[in-house]
């Protein structure tokens, strides 16, 4: 006798670094995303949407491990030999449109995109490989003032959210005043290895909220081993380097104005770090009366496209970290000028500056704040299917609900009264409609309101005990039940 083929059956498990999502945290992300577009529009901004994938070329080298397509970004190699990579934030993409229809699009030209954004880097607490992002950006415009806009436009969505001026700031400082410290710690502008050198340093730099001065200064150096053992290989800068830079990222002072006589110390009489002051000071001038808008040498951002004023939003609020010790709850979003990257593609300069918000990182801060939106959707109401025979009619008297702006459904399983009951309470159903026997002789309905009189559904075992118990209910004719509905709800 030939032995049974064994079947096989998949194991069901996410992969790692991903999560699902269901229910109130994902009405509440799309209530954060109508508000914050509902900020930009009134700035001004089209919402735009582009391919969650990109040729890997056009996408550029800009991710932690960029030797390879398939390093930092997800990749795959199309049926014609061409890399494809998922997107890694939304500024490439748009870069990518730009040059694209460069010539039909408005100059400056205005847009705002949210979706989700992949990273092929190391997941770990908060840290995911998949996540939400909504961007707005302004692509020709060259002067200050379209940035001073992204800043002023931040703080506007963190108000919109319920975030008062002591509980966020939006930090800014400029790479080309990174450019010009940098270059006094001896690194050549000309030389072969800059760029990756500049690069690392700046990722260095950007883990400062995270990692700590001390941190920081071990991969200015020669390395630094985390807590899971894993290496990450330094920078290589002598001890007078590595304090140049500790020092100059804890320059900030309480005032932008201080900041700026503190930076304008440091810089000297470097041309490129004089230029990016200049910037600073023209920005501080726009933003006179946002105070939670600061000057702050520590924002690095860690993508290499940058090329100007950098920003990002942090929260001033604390919270427990995976070693369950206190620490503030950091960045949220960010942004700044990149004047190089459309012209990756046109070969000319096209000036540029967004800023982007993590809605998914925001969204876990504001439920710690208790400030999370959690009725961001209609209270629900159930229909018991009491009589199979009727459904027609039942349905029917969904439609009615439905139709006056009440948000209802009809039991769509097999089950009796009390697992009817038990799923109308797992759904966090706040009215449940019973037309039994004798509502139907009397031409009634009876309503039963679970966030009065919740019990425990198990005791429930049919229609007449329904009927001589003490639950939160009242009787309505058909014809009055969307009314009476609507009465209650309010």
């Known amino acids: 006798m030939a032995k049974k083929q064994k079947i096989f059956k998949p194991k069901a498990r996410i992969p790692r670094g991903l999560r699902d999502m269901q229910g109130s945290e994902l009405a509440f992300q799309k209530l954060m995303l109508e508000k914050i577009s509902g900020v930009y529009e009134s700035y001004g901004f089209d919402a735009l949407d582009t391919s969650a994938f990109e040729y890997a070329d056009a996408l550029g080298k800009f991710l932690p491990d960029d030797d390879r397509p398939n390093e930092g970004v997800f990749s795959f190699e199309d049926d014609d030999g061409q890399w494809l990579s998922m997107r890694y934030d939304l500024t490439a993409p748009l870069a990518r449109f730009v040059a694209e229809h460069y010539d039909r699009l408005p100059k400056p030209f205005r847009r705002y995109q949210w979706g989700s954004v992949f990273r092929n880097e190391k997941p770990g607490p908060g840290r995911f490989r998949q996540f939400l992002q909504i961007d707005a950006d302004t692509v020709g415009a060259g002067g200050s003032q379209a940035d001073a806009e992204m800043c002023l436009m931040a703080a506007d969505c963190m108000k919109t959210l319920g975030l008062s001026d002591n509980q966020f700031s939006v930090n800014i400082n400029n790479r080309k005043i990174l450019d010009a410290i940098l270059a006094q710690v001896g690194l050549d502008a000309q030389a072969e290895d800059y760029d990756m050198r500049r690069l690392t340093i700046l990722r260095a730099l950007d883990k400062l909220d995270r990692l700590g001065i001390g941190g920081v200064a071990d991969l200015l150096g020669d390395g630094r081993k985390d807590e899971s053992g894993d290496y990450t290989k330094g920078a290589g800068l002598e001890k007078a380097s590595i304090s140049k830079l500790t020092d100059f990222v804890q320059t900030g002072r309480d005032t932008r104005a201080d900041t700026l006589k503190a930076l304008a110390e440091i810089i000297g009489c470097s041309e490129i770090g004089t230029a990016g002051l200049e910037e600073l000071t023209l920005m501080d001038a726009l933003m006179k009366d946002s105070d939670s808008i600061r000057f702050n040498p520590s924002v690095v951002r860690g993508l290499g496209y940058y090329t100007g004023p950098v920003f990002e939003i942090e929260l001033n609020i604390e919270t427990e970290d995976e070693n369950g010790e206190i620490a503030r709850f950091g960045s949220v979003g960010g942004g700044g000028?990149?004047?190089?990257?459309?012209?990756?593609?046109?070969?000319?300069?096209?000036?540029?500056?967004?800023?982007?918000?993590?809605?998914?990182?925001?969204?876990?801060?504001?439920?710690?704040l208790g400030k999370a939106d959690t009725k961001t959707m209609q209270d629900l109401v159930v229909l018991l299917v009491m009589d199979k025979t009727r459904l027609a009619e039942t349905s029917e008297l969904v439609k009615t609900l439905r139709n006056s702006g009440i948000r209802a459904e009809m039991y769509m399983g097999e089950s009796g009264m009390k697992a009817q009951m038990r799923y109308a309470d797992n759904r966090n159903a706040r009215l449940v409609v019973i037309e039994g026997e004798d509502e139907l002789a009397a031409g009634i309905v009876t309503l039963k309101d679970l966030q009065l009189g919740q019990q425990n559904a198990q005791n429930i075992k049919d229609n007449e005990e329904w009927r001589a118990s003490e639950h939160a209910q009242t009787q309505v004719s058909r014809k009055d039940l969307a009314q009476k509905i609507k009465e209650i709800l309010s």
């Open 337 to 368: 000028r990149y004047d190089d990257l459309v012209k990756r593609f046109k070969g000319i300069e096209i000036p540029a500056t967004g800023i982007s918000i993590g809605v998914s990182r925001l969204a876990a801060a504001l439920t710690l």
